[in-house]
């Protein structure tokens, strides 16, 4: 859709500074449009004026680095694409593309035209009101689903999703915020943001490529914020995604909805950004490990950083502010989504197992491996089935023991690979295979924790010689065949541990677990 406005008043002033063809154009007949007692807003790209019902969309003639608008015929394509793209979310909305012409017909600029929604909607107004906004996030998530099931996906597209293009969106990110680290940012932070993202990604190659097989890469909206989102009586419109650099719009599908899960928690709403996420989890059939969650919270917020930074350069009195703790916002979540390999050691009958699951317990989607269950598996076994061998023979000679460690790390560093953070519940009674599963961690950009359980010898006896009793009376099996015998075997084999942090299991499950918590981090 295309109309003709003649403009009047001090408003075509601001549209001098605009490149003009010289060329004639015929005259069209154009209503003339008075904005002088208008309601304006205005962006780091443009101006919007407001009337009763209508919204005016202007571009401004900056270069911005990442957008450049200085030519009317780059204003023009800007206008288009937007009218384009956001018709696949709101098509009642974008009603089409003004031509601005002065007296003698020319063309002096352009302008999106917008059918005006009630600011009280406004899903950023209903977040600062504290209303229960369950409904509307949960209609918001299904739409986001339902859009990106639409959504074109292609070989070149899918690309976008992989590590190589990842990294060097990163990196452009953070050579984009340099110029003010150290003045408007704390410079700990930014490089600490930079290294934890980049360690992240430099583990994470196959989850990726994961992600690109799916189809989970698509041209999506790129810039899902609360500001640009209106809750309706017969649905959320979805407004202003980004249409002048389609590589700042593709990409996995989970990274848009990571947007509005950010801005959420910009406003003070981390509670609305998860029922956000867990709804469009439900209705997208989406599964990922929470750390890319994570990885692309922080990603959105680290790029919102730089337009708060460009904002403050301009003279907003609250971008510099806003900018840092969007910051904090992205350091916590890369904190929070570091991939982590845990071992968790000791002699039988010290308490690994129970502390192991403990771990795992109090965190969400991580794995626990024990060394006992791959073992038996290995064997062809049952995990209860008890084994009665002397120590060094039968499935616990070295060649088995070699063959069930080898298994276990390999399953672990597949577990890392995809995002999810792993404990190892074996006795580690050898430096040789704890230093083999440190190169794994080192190879998955995985933080490695070393935690020893301790307990005296006459404690860790009782406590296997009750677990061989619960056994034998047939009320409970565990997959560890440990006897007396075998903890006097290992006592006297096991290599120093000197990494290791010593954990005593000998006070409550709570507060075992907490002390291992605050070794693992």
């Known amino acids: 859709m295309r109309d003709s406005y003649d403009l009047r008043s001090d408003f075509s002033g601001e549209l001098e500074s605009g490149e003009l063809e010289n060329e004639a154009l015929e005259r069209h007949p154009a209503p003339e449009l008075h904005l002088d007692n208008r309601e304006t807003v205005e962006t780091h790209t443009a101006i919007l004026f407001l009337t009763a019902d209508r919204v005016y969309k202007l571009r401004k003639p900056v270069d911005l680095g990442f957008v450049d608008l200085r030519t009317r015929p780059a204003r023009l394509a800007s ?70 099931e639409r959504c074109e996906t292609s070989p070149e597209i899918a690309r976008t999703g992989g590590l190589a293009n990842l990294e060097a969106l990163w990196l452009e990110a953070m050579d984009a915020v340099a110029p003010f680290r150290g003045s408007i940012l704390d410079a700990g932070t930014v490089d600490e943001i930079g290294r934890l993202a980049l360690r992240y ?22 810039d899902l914020l609360a500001d640009d989102i209106y809750c309706l009586g017969d649905g959320p419109r979805v407004l202003d995604c980004i ?12 990274a848009d909805v990571a947007f509005l899960a950010m801005d959420l928690e910009r406003l003070g709403a981390p509670a609305a950004a998860r029922t956000f996420l867990d709804a469009y989890r439900e209705f997208s059939g989406e599964t990922h490990p929470a750390s890319l969650e994570h990885l692309y919270i922080a990603y959105r917020a680290f790029v919102r950083v730089r337009i708060a930074c460009i904002r403050d350069h301009q003279g907003d009195p609250e971008a510099a502010e806003e900018a840092r703790r969007l910051a904090d916002i992205a350091l916590a979540h890369l904190r929070r989504g570091r991939v982590r390999l845990v071992l968790v050691g000791g002699l039988p009958g010290t308490g690994k197992s129970t502390l192991a699951s403990g771990l795992v317990a109090a965190r969400d989607e991580w794995v626990l491996l024990r060394s006992d269950v791959v073992r038996k598996e290995l064997a062809g076994l049952a995990p209860d089935v008890a084994v009665e061998v002397e120590p060094g023979e039968g499935i616990y000679s070295a060649e088995s023991t070699e063959h069930g460690y080898a298994e276990l790390i390999t399953r672990a560093r597949q577990a890392l690979e995809n995002g999810q953070s792993v404990v190892l519940d074996a006795s580690w009674s050898s430096a040789r295979f704890r230093e083999l599963a440190a190169e794994a961690a080192k190879a998955t950009g995985a933080d490695l924790a070393q935690v020893r359980c301790v307990a005296p010898a006459r404690t860790a006896v009782a406590r296997i010689d009750s677990r061989r009793a619960v056994r034998a009376c047939g009320t409970g099996g565990d997959a560890s065949d440990a006897t007396a015998a075998v903890y006097a075997s290992m006592a006297d084999r096991t290599d120093p541990w000197p990494a290791a942090i010593d954990v005593d299991t000998t006070v409550s499950v709570a507060e075992t677990v907490a002390a291992a918590s605050r070794i693992v981090g």
């Open 79 to 148: 206008c288009e694409n937007e009218v384009r793209l956001n018709r696949r979310l709101a098509p009642d909305v974008y009603l089409g593309v003004a031509d601005i012409r002065d007296e003698a017909g020319h063309p002096r600029d352009h302008m999106v035209v917008m059918r005006r929604l009630p600011a009280d909607r406004r899903l950023s107004e209903l977040v600062r009101g504290g209303a229960d906004l369950t409904g509307e996030l949960r209609a918001i998530a299904r739409t986001m689903a339902a859009f990106h």
């Open 201 to 222: 990604l430099a583990g994470r190659g196959p989850l990726l490529a994961q992600r690109q097989r799916a189809g989970r890469i698509r041209d999506g909206h790129g």
């Open 243 to 254: 249409n002048f650099d389609r590589r700042l719009r593709v990409g996995d599908v989970l």
